[in-house]
């Protein structure tokens, strides 16, 4: 059966009687109106720990003033259920009093620099600071031996690696690969602003990154293989925002620059905004 605390000290008392009984804590934190993406991470945290907290809190602080935060579903009942389902243990459900006691405008903020200010920090300022300023509270609350973050939101696990090393976070971060529908499209609390019509349309950013990464596995310049995305999305009817090529440290790389690398889309189909990735490696090429 799973727990469901909504005051800080009895989630910390029940953390605390889990160490002493020498149990590993994993964590998973979200804003809830949870679908398989979400649960598909509490099991994989339930691979790496014997008990499993998962959070659900709409944060304030990382949305923009023309963001969907007062329309963002909120659906406890149902996400407890899902969680019970995949697992987990104890769901924590902080009020905005319990995560910013002085207010959330008047809060101790935390800046991850670099990391946070291309892509979707560039389009959406101040999103980032946001996110690990509530994931540290988290990360504080919960005091977790390992945490899942999805891979869906590639530039967020990026944020949260740097600043878990550099403010020294005692903890192991697990990143999942993402869940995808049928036809490709990954999944998303905010798939369900589109209509059928435009799920399935939607589908589309996913086969845009495979070809993305089709044309530079074959050698096609970055600059030509991002701007033909932007012009393939804009073509099919989507408002793009990026469409990139990216080494894992979303830095450009060189070209003809051989290894690891990401290709990210964010974009805008009708009301909805999108963003997806692709991992993939390319075999060094000659310049």
């Known amino acids: 059966m799973i727990e469901i605390v909504t ?26 109106n949870l679908h398989e993406g979400h649960f598909s991470l509490v099991r994989l945290a339930r691979q790496h720990a014997d008990r499993v907290v998962t959070s659900v809190f709409v944060n304030p602080t990382q949305f923009g003033p023309n963001e969907d935060f007062a329309r963002y579903p909120r659906t406890p009942e149902a996400d407890a259920k899902g969680l019970e389902a995949a697992g987990c243990d104890a769901m924590w459900l902080p009020t905005v009093e319990t995560m910013y006691p002085y207010g959330a405008e008047s809060t101790v903020r935390v800046q991850v620099p670099v990391v946070s200010e291309t892509l979707e920090g560039a389009h959406r300022p101040g999103h980032f600071d946001g996110v690990a300023t509530v994931v540290s509270r988290l990360f ?33 971060l697990v990143g999942a690969d993402i869940v995808r529908e049928a036809n490709g499209l990954a999944m ?9 019509q435009e799920r399935e349309q939607a589908a589309g950013i996913h086969r845009c990154l495979q070809a993305m990464r089709e044309a530079v596995q074959g050698g096609q ?27 894992p440290d979303l830095t450009v790389p060189a070209h003809g620059e051989g290894g690891a690398k990401v290709a990210l889309i964010a974009a805008r189909l009708g009301r909805t905004r999108l963003i997806d990735n692709l991992e993939f490696a390319v075999p060094g090429l000659s310049r």
Do not use: C, H
């Not at 005051?7 to 809830?32: I, K």
């Not at 998303?188 to 209509?195: E, V």
């Open 7 to 32: 005051e800080l000290d009895a989630l910390r008392a029940r953390v605390s009687q889990w160490r002493r009984e020498g149990l590993r804590v994993g964590f998973v934190p979200t804003m809830g």
């Open 140 to 172: 504080n609350q919960v005091r977790p031996d390992v945490a899942v973050f999805g891979r869906k939101d590639y530039q967020q696990l990026a944020v949260i690696r740097y600043m878990v090393r550099d403010l020294a976070f005692p903890l192991e």
């Open 188 to 196: 998303s609390s905010r798939n369900q602003y589109l209509s059928a």
């Open 221 to 247: 310049a970055r600059e030509d293989v991002e701007t033909q995305a932007r012009e393939r999305l804009a073509a099919t009817g989507f408002d793009p925002d990026y469409a990139v090529v990216r080494r």
